[in-house]
Every structure is written in C-alpha cells, then in structure tokens.
C-alpha cells in the first residue's frame, strides 16, 4: 500500500510541474448552482443558503479540501443577488486559496413557462503559499534523502491578492401540462469564470495566467409525477479549463423526501476506458414545505476507476441547503407576491434543488 501511494505522489507531481491553478470541482450543478453560474439568483426563488464540502482522494497526502457557502436572493423587483464564500486547501496545506464574491443576475420574462437570466461575478481573493514547506528535487540524495539545500531562489511574495470576473446565462422554463399530467421542467445554461483577473495571482513567471479561463456548459430536465413527490431528473455538466475537461453525466431520483444520485465523470465526451475518470453515488433527504420552509442535507461519493484508483479512497462531499420566503409572501405583506403570481410554475424545491 505505500508503494502504491508512492507512485501517485510522484505521478500527481509530475503532471504539476507545468501545472496551472485550476478552479475546485463538485460533482454535480445541482447542488452548487451558484459557484457554477452567475445568472442562478435570476431564476431561482425566494431566498436560499447553501452549504457544500468536498474531500478529494483523502487516502493520499496533500488531498483537496473545498469549502464553500453560498446564497442567493430574489429581490421584490425581480434582480436576483448572489454571495459565496470559498476557501480551498491543496498540498497540506502549503497552497490556500480564499475567496468572497458578489453576483448580481438580471431575469427577463419571456413568457409564463420561460425565464432567461444573465449575471455578473465579481470576486476577490487571496492565495498565500509556504514557501519553507516547499520541497524539491536537488534537496534529496538517493541514498540518505533530504540532505542539501536547494538552489531555487525563494520569491519574497507569500501572499497574493487578486479580483476577478465571471459571467453565465441560463434559461429556465417548463412546458404546458394539465392539473392531473405528470409535470416537465429544465434549465440550461452557460457561464465563463475569471473571464479577467487583475492584478496577478502569480507567484512566478509574469507570462503564466495563473487563472486559466473556465468554460461551463450545464442542464438538467425534470420529469415528476402530478403530486410532485416522484421522478427523476437526468443532468449533465460539462467544464473546461486550461488542458483539462471533465464531463459529467447524471439522474437524479427522487421519492420525496429522499433523492439518490448516480453518475459518472469523464475527461471527454467519449466513454473509454482511458478517459473514464470515476463513478457518483449520492444520497439526500428533502423536507416537506413547512411556512414556505425548506431544508435539504445530501452527500455523495466519487469511487475513483482511472489509474488512480487503490490508494485515493475516492472523493466525499456534504451538502446542506435551506430556503426560505419561496413564493415571496414576505415581501408583500401577506399573500403572494406580485411577481411570483403568474411565475414559472416548476416545484418551488425538489430533491435539493430549486432551478
């Protein structure tokens, strides 16, 4: 076992060593819509608050560790406001990134079952390294090991601050059912992260973008039975960035109040053996609408198929959301707001979910 371990250390640190800083990733848009796309607080309602954590191949030294908190408001006119809170761990702590941005998202209308969102992301962070943790190669003899001091030259930056800018576009919308017809809705959307970063968050090389542009392409469609307690959704969420792409490809099974998830990411669309990253199993609980109420809690599992499989113990996330003032009343004074009356009419929260 620590041979094993021994060879992804050197095998992940190899393919660093002309490595970008690249964004954390979850395993599904569902769960973290907001980190994914700046148009989400134009088409979801109400407020909401969301919670995630993932532990990425805990079996190995220097695993990834991401926290993030989110949340998302509909205002009475219709603007949609949006904050996260992030901080991300990588190399035991040598590397941490920090981050706090502010979204503002603008719906249009377009009819009673269509709903187009566009939003803007501004961020600001911090990346702080500890240059006296960092080891490298001329330091190690292959007889005794680390015996010599290094010749790389240290820079006197430990520490950099940085803003950035992300835009996204999504769609909500819903087709036209009967009362007692089983109900069909969806969203799409489409969103490019640190689209600007300035000044630098560079450590060395000024030529480097340190923050590759990310390209994301994401959807899901629900398709629910009449009381809105039973279904499944299939999703898919399709991200680039630098030299990497990951595809994700999922359904959502719903039998209010639990939901399971499965599965899979790959590094491209085709579906081989040599580009088939991992399967994803998920678990979750739902409550029942309580006072326009409503509070999920979820995790999910990543069993690890590449080469990497063995030693990385796969990847844990945990998921908690809770939302509030769904349908507006707070916000008019009593029964239901204006702008919520002739809405979208998808399930106010279903399965985790609220876009």
Avoid at 7 to 24: A, E, H, K, R, W
Avoid at 147 to 176: C, H, M, N, V
Avoid at 213 to 225: E, Q, R, S, T
Wanted: glycine content about 10%; overall charge positive.
């Amino acid at each position: 076992m620590k041979i094993r371990k021994l060879i992804i250390i050197i095998t992940l640190s190899v393919f660093n060593l002309n490595g970008y800083s690249q964004d954390p990733l979850y395993s599904s848009t569902l769960d973290n819509p907001l980190y994914y796309n700046p148009a989400t607080p134009g088409i979801v309602r109400g407020h909401e608050y969301r919670l995630s954590y993932r532990e990425q191949w805990p079996g190995i030294p220097s695993a990834m560790r991401n926290f993030n908190f989110s949340s998302t408001h509909q205002l009475r006119n219709a603007v949609g406001l949006g904050f996260l809170v992030m901080s991300n761990v990588e190399g035991e702590s040598l590397l941490r990134t920090d981050k706090l941005e502010a979204t503002i998202a603008f719906p249009i209308k377009v009819s009673r079952y269509l709903k187009i969102s566009g939003g803007i992301n501004a961020g600001f962070g911090q990346k702080i390294i500890d240059w006296s943790s960092v080891e490298f190669d001329d330091q190690f003899d292959k007889y005794y090991g680390k015996i010599y001091p290094t010749s790389f030259s240290f820079p006197e930056e430990f520490q950099r601050k940085y803003g950035d800018l992300s835009l996204g576009i999504a769609a909500k919308g819903a087709l036209k059912r009967g009362r007692n017809e089983a109900k069909i809705y969806g969203s799409l959307g489409m969103a490019m992260k640190h689209v600007t970063v300035f000044p630098t968050a560079n450590f060395i090389g000024s030529d480097i973008r340190a923050i590759p542009l990310k390209y994301i392409i994401h959807g899901n469609i629900w398709f629910l039975d009449k009381t809105l307690r039973k279904g499944i959704a299939p999703n898919f969420n399709l991200e680039d960035q630098a030299s990497m792409t990951t595809f994700n490809l999922s359904t959502r099974i719903v039998l209010r109040p639990v939901y399971f998830n499965v599965g899979v990411r790959n590094r491209t669309f085709k579906f081989n053996s040599e580009e088939f990253d991992s399967f994803i199993f998920g678990i979750g609980y739902t409550s029942d609408e309580v006072n326009n109420n409503i509070t999920s809690i979820g995790y999910s599992y990543d069993f690890t198929t590449s080469r990497l499989m063995g030693g990385t113990f796969g990847s844990h996330e945990i998921f908690m959301s809770y939302s509030f003032d769904i349908d507006g009343r707070r916000q008019s004074g009593g029964g239901k707001a204006r702008r919520f009356r002739n809405d979208i009419q998808c399930p106010s929260n279903f399965g985790g979910v609220s876009f």
